[in-house]
């Protein structure tokens, strides 16, 4: 299994920093997973359902460590990335809403 895609969509909240949608091998895609800053840094956190207790599932996940791992340099080198780019870019002109 090749992670052959990984799209970050970054969001301005306290713990949850972006969604990531991940392709494998160019043809199965896994969307809503989470990069999350926790404790210790930043972790992944897989798509999950709510449960009628109020607790959730994992709807999608690795079975083994080293495939986590995988999924996890991938999908945070991409979010490093994307963090650069936009701090490279600056910040965007202001509105004419803001001007006025």
Same mark, same amino acid.
């Given at each position: 299994?090749?992670?052959?895609?990984?799209?970050?969509?970054?969001v301005?909240?306290?713990?949850?920093?972006? @969604?990531?949608?991940?392709?494998?091998?160019?043809?199965?895609?896994?969307?809503?997973?989470?990069v999350?800053?926790?404790?210790?840094?930043?972790?992944?956190?897989?798509?999950?359902?709510?449960?009628?207790?109020?607790? @959730?599932?994992?709807?999608?996940?690795?079975?083994?460590?080293?495939?986590?791992?995988?999924?996890?340099?991938?999908?945070?080198?991409? @979010?490093?990335?994307?963090?650069?780019?936009?701090?490279?870019?600056?910040p965007?002109?202001?509105?004419?809403?803001?001007?006025?």
């Open positions: 299994m090749n992670i052959t895609d990984v799209k970050v969509y970054p301005d909240e306290d713990k949850l920093k972006a @969604y990531v949608t991940i392709t494998l091998d160019h043809c199965f895609v896994i969307r809503d997973l989470k999350i800053h926790g404790a210790t840094g930043l972790f992944i956190a897989m798509p999950a359902k709510r449960r009628k207790d109020g607790t @959730y599932k994992d709807i999608a996940h690795p079975l083994n460590a080293d495939t986590r791992n995988q999924m996890e340099r991938a999908i945070l080198v991409e @979010y490093q990335r994307h963090l650069q780019e936009v701090a490279l870019a600056g965007l002109p202001p509105t004419s809403s803001e001007r006025d």
